[in-house]
């Protein structure tokens, strides 16, 4: 799976829209809903973030790994 599906599907298992998930990264909705289109790549400050917010590993949502561990807390 692609970055910019998992991302989608973080999203959507967390019931958030695009909007709260832009609020939290700081961005406009637009450039949110590009992230996960792929039109545009996202920034690594934000993936740590997003990784962060679900708690799971940053290899998770980049495609790395299939496997949902979470964020290390240290």
């Known amino acids: 799976m692609r970055y910019n599906e998992r991302i989608r599907a973080l999203r959507e ?3 958030l829209t695009q909007q709260k998930v832009a609020d939290l ?3 406009g ?3 949110y809903a590009d992230y996960e289109s792929g039109k545009t790549r996202i920034p690594i400050d ?3 973030i997003l ?3 679900y708690d799971v590993s ?3 949502i980049t495609g790395a ?3 949902q ?3 290390p807390k240290e």
């Open 29 to 31: 909705q637009r450039t």
């Open 65 to 67: 790994s299939n496997l």
């Open 46 to 48: 934000n993936i740590m």
């Open 25 to 27: 990264l700081y961005i």
């Open 58 to 60: 940053m290899d998770y």
């Open 13 to 15: 298992d967390h019931d």
């Open 69 to 71: 561990t979470p964020y």
């Open 51 to 53: 990784a962060q917010h």
